[in-house]
């Protein structure tokens, strides 16, 4: 069973100081025009970490190389992937994401394959869902699992290129 099929969407990287990767990314690979969104929250009610409701706040930047999405992650403050990615292995590339269309038969095929769920949820009232599974056991980091609705397709169309 197929987790999920397609071009990787998204390739990220989780760091302590967002301004300064940016900065990297921008002069020594030309990655320009970054969309900073600040304090993004995920709530107990949208988002679980390892299988219990989390509480966490972000900084997210986001940029294209190509069709590549780029995002940056910064943690503020909670639990989540992020900070126990920091704590194990300092910054670097955190997942790469992949889009579904039904994120419950990607899940279920992720469990048919031994990949376990670490992080889960939804934001902007549906229009994204989201799921990281942990491949590590197979020698593969963590891939992202996003169903994008509409409303989440047009706000990463208007991004600038």
């Known amino acids: ?32 025009a970054w969309t900073r969104l600040p304090d993004i929250h ?24 190509g069709d590549l999405q780029l995002e940056l992650i910064q943690p503020v403050r909670g639990e989540s992937i992020y900070t126990e990615f920091l704590s194990r292995s ?3 590339l955190h997942h790469v994401c992949f889009e579904v269309d039904d994120m419950a038969v990607a899940l279920r ?3 048919a394959e031994g990949l ?10 549906g229009a994204m869902d989201f799921a990281y599974v942990d491949g590590a056991a197979h020698g593969v980091p963590y891939v992202e699992l996003a169903r994008l609705g509409p409303d989440m397709r047009a706000f990463y169309a208007a991004l600038p290129r």
């Open 116 to 125: 376990p769920v670490l992080q889960a949820g939804s934001m902007m009232d």
């Open 90 to 92: 300092g910054p670097g």
């Open 1 to 32: 069973m197929t987790v999920a099929t397609g071009p990787v969407t998204q390739v990220c990287w989780v760091t302590e100081d967002i301004e300064a990767t940016e900065r990297l990314l921008t002069q020594s690979f030309g990655v320009a």
């Open 42 to 65: 995920f709530d107990p009610e949208h988002c679980t970490f390892r299988g219990e409701p989390a509480d966490f706040v972000v900084h997210v930047s986001l940029a294209y190389a």
């Open 109 to 111: 095929a992720a469990a």
